[in-house]
């Protein structure tokens, strides 16, 4: 996907988290491993912490201007 923020290269990956360990976003088709947890890869910052789980899969990060794009809907 181009970034179109910068227009460069956006990888995809996938978001996850559970509440206790923060945001994670990990290339690829898999969430972060407990590994990538503990040792701090692929912390989205940005993401406070909250109780309960989730994934995002399709997330796109873009190295270049620090910017992510996921599809989504809001419910009612």
């Not at 898999?30 to 995002?56: C, E, H, P, W």
Request: proline share 1%; charged share 25%; with cysteine.
């Amino acid at each position: 996907m181009t970034c179109p923020f910068c227009h460069g290269e956006m990888q995809r990956g996938v978001m996850s988290g559970d509440g206790r360990t923060g945001v994670f976003w990990k290339a690829g088709e898999r969430k972060a491993s407990l590994v990538d947890q503990v040792v701090g890869i692929g912390t989205v910052k940005a993401a406070k912490r909250r109780l309960g789980a989730f994934t995002i899969d399709n997330a796109y990060y873009c190295a270049a201007c620090k910017k992510m794009i996921f599809d989504t809907e809001i419910g009612r």
